[in-house]
């Protein structure tokens, strides 16, 4: 019998405390959303149902329903997630259910099974792909957006010795409070032109306190998995789908898509 890695190594306590304190769906995230998905046409999502794995306080799965998706179900494990989700839902035609990823029992049930910046952050992520998988309806899609390792190289050999040593074991609100200074930090850099990637452009459209979100989410998790091109592909791959397809995210991650096979 396979051993069930446990969910907690994930974090999922440490991003509901996140999505506690920035909870509200904003029109950037539609911007987010169309780069994190962009394997994945925008035509197909019209009329799907969808598997958001993950969900943290649902506007992916918002913004699949904005994008033609007709329903869809939600899940997390991580119950303050779960209520930021349910309130940011709420009356649209999403379920929103606590699950884990690797206890979906779901087989052969949807068009469309994808999950948003969590994959680099599981115990196994092979697992949690295989299980998307077997949700996924034959010749139905399976979508991952994950981190990059190139351009990437830094926060592997340098900030991520420090988060797992020092940020990911501290307390959550004292964390939060050390993040404005790397924000301030950033945020100056930034606006005195510093970057020229794509996300770096991006970054500078967004407002002091959605960036602070984004520093906060990178000092918080206990694992973060950075991939290089064909790990995502083999990740993918090893899941047994096929017609695998990937696209370079803002010159630093990866949108990923593959088709499950038997239709």
């Given at each position: ?39 994945l046409p925008r035509e197909a999502w019209e009329g799907v149902t969808f598997l958001d794995v993950g969900c943290g306080m649902g506007r ?204």
């Amino acid at each position: 019998m396979t051993e069930v890695p446990d969910v907690g190594s994930g974090s999922p306590e440490r991003f509901g405390y996140s999505w506690g304190i920035f909870s509200e769906i904003l029109p950037v995230h539609e911007v987010q959303f169309r780069r994190w998905t962009s394997a994945l046409p925008r035509e197909a999502w019209e009329g799907v149902t969808f598997l958001d794995v993950g969900c943290g306080m649902g506007r992916n799965s918002h913004w699949a329903l904005a994008a033609g998706a007709q329903s869809g179900r939600a899940i997390d494990v991580d119950e303050q997630s779960l209520s930021g989700a349910r309130q940011n839902l709420a009356g649209r035609p999403v379920r929103v259910d606590h699950e884990s990823v690797y206890d979906i029992a779901e087989p052969d049930t949807y068009d469309i099974a994808f999950s948003i910046g969590v994959i680099h952050h599981l115990g196994d992520p092979q697992m949690a792909v295989q299980s998307m998988a077997r949700a996924t309806r034959p010749g139905g899609k399976v979508l991952i957006w994950v981190y990059g390792y190139e351009n990437n190289e830094w926060i592997v050999k340098w900030f991520n010795p420090l988060r797992r040593a020092l940020f990911s074991r501290l307390p959550l609100p004292l964390v939060f409070f050390l993040s404005l200074f790397p924000t301030g930090l950033l945020w100056a850099l930034l606006h005195l032109g510093w970057g020229r990637l794509e996300y770096h452009d991006l970054l500078r459209r967004l407002s002091f306190r959605h960036l602070r979100a984004i520093v906060f989410d990178q000092m918080i998790p206990q694992i973060a998995h950075y991939y290089r091109r064909d790990e995502v592909e083999s990740l993918m791959r090893g899941a047994g789908l096929e017609d695998v397809r990937l696209e370079w995210v803002n010159e630093m991650s990866w949108s990923a898509v593959g088709t499950k096979p038997g239709a």
